[in-house]
């Protein structure tokens, strides 16, 4: 486990520091405007949504190990690519959205292999111990990652800042390539549901996923809470800084407390997994992401203090979002069987990752059409809606060790 939260550190550090970069690089070099800039974002989101199954058989087909190998190799590349654009002035905005689509499926092709072997690793009984020691070190370099860009930056040109992401990603592959190769994965563990799967549903396809008990329920509600927390971040930064005023210094302070957030549910999400059934942990962890998307709207009512309002609202909605993530990060693992995990994991972040681009969308809309408060509000309604599927399965906690089918 040690290795994987070191190259946890690599990669949480070369992707925040290569995301950081990316738009500064178009509006300050290439000078973009908000159309493609937007398109630039969406992009590396775009794989999830295009190419699933062809990532996800991909994973299963090469191995977990193969495949964050030629995830991280292939963003190696392209950042060493993009420097040497960059330091020769041949770099154009097309080629910038080519740089973020080839990140974005190494990205892809990483992180689906990275959660197929989390458990191959650890053990499916480990599985949620481990993510929560992952999202408390990535919650530590989503603080460092950022400050040493700016750091960079005050001395250094972007292709200087951009060398921190390759070492970083150099990192992650030489750690995460001594790792040791575990044994072929045995048969399927129990499934939730007492009967056979039917015929069409062989695969580990998105209806599947959504039809399996739990783990449906589960995915959907961490799909809305994606959501939510696209279209609130979407217009919380102007609901600070056109709506109350609040000077850039200060509203850049929010994601400072949102990764201390992270930090403290990653710490504090024991209790809850331990002494509740998944469903219920998750159903109480997700209401307080709900109850703390009202904190920053709230703001427009109190005549002082409104910063640390925000502040705060921003620190305990992520620290609920963690806990929530954390609960239940090991029922795939529990549920679907080694050889299938590439596949289920692809067609999970269909739904997970894949609305993220079309939930910022959604919220720039509605921005546009109202006001940033109300499309804050429409967030906090959105992370409600998240409750209304964990509601059916709050008695349920998917099959311990003791559960699974013989040989598993």
Known sequence: ?????????????????????????????????????????????????????????????LGHRRAIMLGNGLRILTVGALILLLAVGHLSAPVLLVVAALLGLGDAL??????????????RERTADCYQRIEAVS???????????????????????????????????????????????????????????????TEWTVRRVLTTRGLGHLTLATTLLNAAAMISGTALVLFALETLGLPPAMVALFAAAGALGALLGAAGSRPLR????????????????????LLAPAALLVPTGQSVLIGVGELMVALCATISMIIGSDVPARLVPQSHLGRAFAAIRLLTIGVMPLASVLGGLIIAATSPLAALLVAAGVAALACLPLARVRHWSPPGPADAAPGT
Request: proline share 8%.
């Open 274 to 293: 331990t002494h509740l059934p998944t469903g219920a942990a998750k159903l109480l962890a997700t209401t307080g992401v709900a109850l703390s998307s």
């Open 139 to 201: 919650a530590i370099a989503r603080v460092s990652g950022p400050a040493a860009v700016s750091a960079l930056l005050r001395v250094a040109a972007p292709a200087a800042a951009l060398a921190l992401g390759v070492v970083a990603y150099l990192l992650s592959l030489s750690t995460l390539a001594t790792l040791p190769r575990p044994e072929a994965a045995g048969p399927a563990p129990a499934a939730a549901s007492a009967s056979a799967p039917t015929p069409e549903l």
């Open 110 to 123: 990483f992180t689906t292999g990275h959660s197929a072997m989390v458990p191959a690793i650890v053990g």
């Open 1 to 61: 486990m040690r290795r994987i939260l070191i190259a946890t550190v690599g990669e949480s550090t070369g992707d925040d520091a290569v995301r950081t970069l990316l738009p500064l690089i178009a509006v300050t070099i290439l000078g973009v405007g908000g159309g493609l800039l937007g398109l630039l974002n969406a992009l590396p989101f775009l794989w999830y949504l295009c190419a699933h199954r062809q990532i996800g058989a991909s994973v299963d087909a």
